[in-house]
C-alpha cells in the first residue's frame, strides 16, 4: 500500500537531547513536509522540501533541523534548542505535478519532553 | 500571506442533524477540507480548485465556494456519531512548494 509512515508514534526525550523523527513515503512524492500541531492552534509548518537534497524554512523553523538525502525520506530532529518540543508532528506529502496541491498525511509521532 | 479563518473552536450538534463548520479565506483559489481524529493524521474530505463551486467529498461532506462571501463553509445533513472529530480548513497555491496554510480547527462534538 502506498502511504507515509512516521516513527516512532510516541516519543519521549529529556531535556537538552537531540531525538530524530522519521518520516518515509513511497508515493513518488516531490514534495515533503513537517508541522507541528499544538492545542487550538491548528498546524504550523516548520520545515519543507521539494527536492532532494534541498529544503526551506516554514514559519517555525528555530530548533529543528531536516535533511533530505533520498526522495522517499525526510527526518526532522528536534534540537535541544527547541524550548518547547512537546507537541504532535505531523509529515506530510505532495506531487507537485498538475498543479495538485493535496497533501497527504502521516499518523504523526507524538513528542513528549519528560 | 495567506490566511484562513475557523471562527467556531467547538461545535455540538446532536446526532442526525445538520452541520454547517465555517472557514474563510483570503487571496487564494485552492481550498480544502481535513478531518482529524483523536491521536491521527488528517485525512482529505473534499478539496476546490475550480469549476463547480459545490464540491462534494467523502463520508457525506460538501462544500461550497462563495467568491463573495470568501467562504468555504462544509456541510453534512445529517451527522452521525463517528463524525466527532476536529475539522480543519486550509488554503494553498501552487509555486513556492504548494504549501499549505491551515485553520485552527473546529472540535466537532456529536451528542447521541
Known amino acids: 500500500d502506498g502511504g507515509i509512515t512516521q516513527s516512532p508514534k510516541y516519543l519521549f526525550r529529556k531535556e537538552g537531547q537531540n531525538v530524530t523523527l522519521s518520516c518515509e513515503q513511497n508515493?513518488?512524492?516531490?514534495?515533503m513536509y513537517w508541522y507541528r500541531q499544538d492545542p487550538g492552534q491548528g498546524l504550523r509548518l516548520i520545515y519543507y522540501?521539494?527536492?532532494?537534497?534541498?529544503?526551506q524554512k516554514g514559519d517555525i523553523a528555530e530548533g529543528y533541523s531536516v535533511s533530505r538525502e533520498k526522495k522517499e525520506s525526510f527526518p526532522l530532529t528536534v534540537t535541544s534548542a527547541q524550548k518547547n518540543p512537546t507537541a504532535f508532528y505531523l509529515c506530510?506529502?505532495?506531487?507537485?505535478?498538475?498543479?495538485?496541491?493535496?497533501?497527504?498525511f502521516g499518523q504523526g509521532t507524538r513528542l513528549t519532553v519528560v | 500571506a495567506q490566511s484562513v479563518t475557523q471562527p467556531d473552536i467547538h461545535i455540538t450538534v446532536s446526532e442526525g442533524a445538520s452541520l454547517e463548520l465555517r472557514c474563510n479565506y483570503g487571496?487564494?483559489?485552492?481550498l480544502f477540507w481535513y478531518v482529524q481524529s483523536p491521536g491521527q493524521g488528517l485525512q482529505l474530505l473534499l478539496k476546490?480548485?475550480?469549476?463547480?463551486?459545490l464540491v462534494q467529498g467523502i463520508k457525506g461532506f460538501e462544500a461550497e465556494f462563495k467568491r463573495s462571501q470568501s467562504s468555504f463553509n462544509l456541510r453534512k445533513p445529517s451527522v452521525h456519531w463517528s463524525d466527532a472529530a476536529e475539522y480543519f480548513c486550509?488554503?494553498?497555491?501552487?509555486?513556492?512548494?504548494?504549501?499549505?496554510?491551515f485553520g485552527t480547527g473546529t472540535q466537532l462534538k456529536v451528542e447521541l
Open positions: 506530510a506529502s505532495n506531487t507537485l505535478r498538475g498543479g495538485n496541491t493535496e497533501a497527504f
Open positions: 508515493l513518488n512524492h516531490d514534495a
Open positions: 522540501s521539494q527536492i532532494v537534497n534541498d529544503f
Open positions: 487571496a487564494t483559489p485552492y
Open positions: 476546490y480548485f475550480s469549476g463547480d463551486t
Open positions: 486550509a488554503v494553498g497555491f501552487t509555486g513556492g512548494g504548494n504549501k499549505l496554510t
